[in-house]
C-alpha cells in the first residue's frame, strides 16, 4: 500500500493567524510600494510637463515678428527648419549671441513654413539662410546672406550695437 500524504494545512490555530498577518502585511506593503511609484510618476511627469511648457513659451516668443522695433537692435533670421542650412546658422546664431549681455540684442526666427514669416521674408525680398540686422527703430542695417561662424556674426551683432 501507499502511503498518503499529508494536507500542507497548517494545523493549529497560530499557524494559520501567522498567514493571515502575513497576507495583510504583504497587502500593506504592495500599497505602500504603489503609493510610492505613484508619487513618483506624479512628480516626473510634473517636471516633463513644465520643461515642456517652458519650451513652447520660449519657441513662441522666438517666433513673435512683432518684436522687430521694440527699441532694442534686433536680429531676424529668415528660417526653414528642413533646412540643414539653417539649422546650422540658428545654432552659430544663438552661441554668438550667449556671448552679449542678456537684453542687448533680440533674435527673432521668421519660419517661412509659415504665414507670417512667409510675408517678412517676401517684404525684404531675402532667401532663407539668411540674417536681417535692424536697429532699434526697425531700420534695416544690414542683411547677411549664407553660413557664418559664430565669432564672425559676434562682430556684426557688436557693429549693430555700436550703432
Known sequence: MKKQRKSAKPKDRKSRQNNT????????????????????GAVL?????????????????????????NGR?????????????????????????????????????ANIRTAKGKTFQNRYGVPHVTLLLFDGKGELQEVLQGQRGAYELRNHFQALLDG
Open 21 to 40: 498577518q502575513q497576507q495583510v502585511s504583504a497587502g500593506r506593503r504592495n500599497f505602500l510600494r504603489l503609493g510610492r511609484n505613484i508619487g513618483i
Open 45 to 69: 511627469l510634473g517636471g516633463t510637463g513644465y520643461v515642456f511648457a517652458q519650451n513652447f513659451v520660449s519657441m513662441r516668443h522666438e517666433h513673435d515678428l512683432t518684436r522687430v522695433a
Open 73 to 109: 537692435p534686433t536680429v531676424v533670421q529668415i528660417h526653414d527648419p528642413q533646412c540643414s542650412l539653417c539649422r546650422s546658422l540658428q545654432a552659430d546664431t544663438r552661441k554668438a549671441l550667449d556671448m552679449f549681455e542678456d537684453g542687448e540684442l533680440d533674435y527673432v526666427v
